[in-house]
């Protein structure tokens, strides 16, 4: 089911919206103030003539009252652009004109990501280039894959793995895991296609993503491992960025699994000294460096409860200078998760506020967002009810 208000909230919602008195409002629907408040307080179930009667009164459809709507239907967080599915899916009109070249296709593979990585309508603008580039990258692959020219063909293999890594990022987003599983099983066929030992380290990185988010924490550690070990023959500064990256994997893995401890020790020992090590990077777009380990410290500390200590780390952090939108986003995220632990709501509004501002369309698809802000229509004090009243609005859960 998708995430939405209950019944009683919604009530509330719409009588406080068109300013109307509780017990006004009671009395022409023929049930007593006292059962009103139970109702908007989640104690009572209303019967179907008083739903109908409260729906009248406050001049809506019973459907605005109602919370049971399927999450293929809320057209909100499963939704990945029809184009996109189609290119992916090889739907698409045939090509078979001549294949744009590995230099144009770099140049438009690294112009999206760094759309993905920095613009606060990122879906919107995807969905207006991914399908086209899709198309224009997978015909190229086909037209080179028996090409002689192993220069070109090993090209062209480094880009299409570079715009799957992309698509991971995107359908994973798009609460799409089925799809960015096959985009990041595509991304290591075309790395090890290319026989490029940084972008194989890449696809395993992305890879161990997909499985986090399926619940596959274990799988999600070994992948990452294995990364790290292949990386071992390798000294330069990229590959050293890389490992870094898969060790978050692992300490993320750790961290899904409760195991605080080994998570915290993973961090200290094995991610912060190469996150020293090479600084701030984003090789192949991983974002890794001390200040991501920093983001992934307070993360454990949130998800372990201890709140104070993850602010506590939180304060210490700047993330203005990071190139991804996402991390910025996950951190303040992570940051309102705990003010909402401590129920310090005013914290909690601030934050989600911010989110709005900085990245409206993450916030829209984010359920752990939209968690919090009904939880704040429960408990918050009615001098910030008009702010929480625009996140519902804007998060659609109504």
Known sequence: MAVTLPIGERVRYWREKKQRKQA????????????????????KIPSLPVLHALAAELGVPVSALLDEVPRESSGKRSIIAQDVTRALMGYGPPRSSPPVSPTVLRERVESAWRMWQTSPTRFTDAAAVLPSLIADTEHAVRIHRTSADSASRRDI?????????????????????????????????????????????????????????????????????????????SQNGEAAALAGALELVAVVADARRKKWGSARQRLRDKAAPRARQVGEENSMWTVFGPTNVELHSVSIEMEAGEAVEALRVADQIDTSHLPSLERRFTFLLDVARCYDLRREDAAVLVHLLDLLQIAPEDLARSSLAQDMVIRLRRRVRPIYRRQVDVLTERLELL
Do not use: K
């Not at 006004?24 to 104690?43: H, K």
């Not at 075309?190 to 490029?196: K, L, N, P, R, T």
């Open 24 to 43: 006004a409002v009671a009395g022409l629907c023929g049930i007593t103030e006292e059962y009103l408040s139970q109702i908007e307080r989640g104690l």
């Open 157 to 233: 293999f480094r880009v299409g793995a570079d715009l799957y890594f992309l698509l991971r990022s995107y359908c994973r987003r798009a609460d799409r895991v089925d799809l960015s599983l096959m985009v990041a099983d595509r991304g290591l066929r075309a790395a090890e296609d290319a026989d490029d030992p940084i972008r194989i380290a890449a696809a395993q990185w992305n890879l161990g993503h997909v499985l986090l988010a399926d619940g596959e924490h274990e799988g999600a550690e070994q992948i990452a491992c294995l990364g790290i070990e292949q990386l071992r023959t």
